[in-house]
């Protein structure tokens, strides 16, 4: 193979060029893995990727929410800053709001430098295959990706013995063409797979064999992605390039936990708070696992908090390319070859009304601390994550020092950012606001622990929340 050597001037040893093969899932929880303590879900080939790698316990998305996350991910900017802050092409105002949503961008535009041009400048050919989801105006080739395999934005396919329910073989097959097209060359494929976002389905022998699980069909349907995974790491290693290929393995945002659409239970993202959809960490915490041979020490695993805009500027850096200083995104490669992750604060502005239950707001981490601050009434929450991981104990009120300086920074990024805001909904009907929100609060329920009582009340609220949501999925 005709790999150039790296040029590293940062102490970091030399090593041959090495390829990128980045799998992003869709709503993909972070508990959802054997190897992140799901017992009832069965994924050994996503476990022995994380045993021959590092696995990441607080990697957090950019947005709890889809279109937006990848945003974050493909240009290395706040969606914020890009004002691309929920799923495209959004949801309605409805009378059941407080506040207004800003009126966002509806695709990053050409002017953005996203992904693939980083690493062509660098010498490497670029694949796209699957989910797009960042603006319909312009699309992977537009945003110069070299070879493109894209169905849409939504994609589901009948099971069979070749195919699972989320088009799960047709794209592995397709990056897997790619990369043994490529093989004598430096490449970076991108996988975007859609699942397991609903509506989904799955073999009925994979759903027999998962007849115990939390939920059958999403049980099978985690297993089949788990297979999918094996044939990319027993091709890599058929075509010999294993070792030199940095695998990375994520998931847009957080587990749906509450109903939704035909499925009356999808996934729990126990012992974290809510899911896909809310600023707390069932919804921001997404599972990660990187697997370098040799560079990456093996069987890792890291509390340490990263942000999916970190993405370019961490693997320019371990290509041996200079990471851009313009981007929001903090490299942490270091961090990944066995050095020190960077200490730096986590910030998200999500001005949004979701289908999942979500209120608009914001959020911080810092340290072990998480503030939350709402947008549709004076509110704001404090947690201290390593005593309270589910985020069920408010301290604001114990640290109002603390709090007052956690806002302030958090003003102040939003400034930074430009972001849009919220305005008052003229039209409110505060009597459905309750309901929806107050009377019931999704964000505390935990479907793995939840009473029939408890369940029977989040399909009745689901039903007022259908009557809100827009047609079709996120």
Sequence with gaps: MNKEPLRRSDGIREARRPNILFV????????????YGREDHHTPHLDALAAQGMRF????????ICSASRAGLLTGLN????????????????P?????????????PLSVKTFPRYFKEQGYVTGFIGKWHIGRA?????????HVYYPGDGQNTAPSETEGGKAEYV???????????????????????????IPYTARRDLIEKNAGAFEPVYAALIETLDD????????????????????????????????????????????????????????????????????????TVTDAPVNNTGWIPTLLELIGAPAPSHLDGVSFARGLLGGAFPDKPIFWHFPHYTNQGGRPSGAMREGPWMLVEYYDEERVELYNLDADIGQRGD??????????????????????????????????????????????????????????????????WRKGMDAVCRKGGE
């Design 24 to 35: 992003l899932c869709d709503d993909l929880g972070i508990n959802d893995l054997h190897c």
């Design 57 to 64: 316990t607080s990697a957090y998305a950019s947005q709890p």
């Design 79 to 94: 969606p914020a800053r890009l004002h691309l802050t929920t799923f495209l092409p959004g949801r309605p105002n409805a």
């Design 96 to 108: 059941s709001q407080r506040v207004l949503h800003p009126e966002i961008a509806m695709h990053v």
């Design 138 to 146: 312009f699309g992977p080739a537009e945003h110069g990706f070299d």
């Design 171 to 197: 794209l592995t097959r397709e990056t897997i063409r790619f990369i043994e097209e490529n093989r004598d060359r430096p490449f970076v494929a991108y996988l975007g797979h859609y699942t397991p976002h």
């Design 228 to 299: 999918t995974i094996g044939l990319l790491m027993k091709r890599l290693d058929e075509l010999g390039l294993a070792d030199d290929t940095i695998f990375v393995f994520t998931s847009d945002n957080g587990g749906l936990h509450v109903p939704e659409g035909p499925h009356r239970r999808v996934t729990h993202n126990t012992p974290y708070r809510a899911g896909k959809g809310f600023n707390y960490e069932g919804g921001m915490r997404v599972p990660l696992i990187v697997r370098w041979p040799g560079r990456v020490p093996a069987g």
């Design 395 to 460: 301290v604001a009120e114990q640290q109002a020092a603390r709090v007052a300086h956690m806002r302030a920074a958090l003003d102040i990024w939003r400034q930074e950012n430009a972001v849009q805001y919220n305005t008052p909904n003229p039209n409110c009907d505060e009597a459905f606001f309750q309901r929806l929100y107050i009377e019931t609060d999704p964000s505390r329920f935990d479907p793995l622990t939840a009473s029939s009582d408890q369940w029977a009340r989040m399909w009745e």
